[in-house]
């Protein structure tokens, strides 16, 4: 088991920053690759972005890419979401989740098997 706890989240004008902490624990030997996703009310979870434990290795959606940065800090087991520049449209419920190794596609929810509990990120104009 894994457990992800995500502190953290609120509301914040649109142009301005926040930051979002993961913190992991558990059978940590299983986890390979971290993984961002978020929900905003009547949408599917969509995918914002991933990082690797080992190397730090990160990809981005391209809706975030440039304004989000994930980051880790593989002695604290805690990823990070920077997210600057924020818009009305990043308003969501954010998740965190993670995954074994695996044949790669890691922008699919499907490949996580532990989630967080989420945290409400709200972005006004």
């Known amino acids: 088991q894994v457990q992800l706890v995500e502190p953290g989240g609120g509301l914040v004008q649109a142009g301005g920053s926040l930051r979002l902490s993961c913190a992991a624990s558990?059978?940590?030997?299983?986890?390979?690759?971290m993984g961002w996703f978020r929900q905003a009310p009547g949408k599917e979870r969509e995918f914002v972005g991933t990082?690797?434990?080992?190397?730090?290795?990160?990809s981005y959606s391209d809706s975030v890419q440039g304004r989000f940065t994930i980051s880790r800090d593989n002695a604290k087991n805690t990823v990070y979401l920077q997210m600057n520049n924020l818009k009305p449209e990043d308003t969501a419920v954010y998740y965190c989740?993670?995954?074994?190794?695996?044949?790669?596609?890691?922008?699919?929810?499907?490949?996580?098997?532990?989630w967080g509990q989420g945290t409400q990120v709200t972005v006004s104009s």
């Open positions: 989740a993670s995954a074994p190794r695996s044949t790669g596609f890691y922008s699919i929810a499907g490949r996580y098997d532990y």
């Open positions: 558990g059978r940590m030997f299983s986890t390979y690759i």
């Open positions: 990082i690797t434990w080992s190397n730090g290795r990160t």
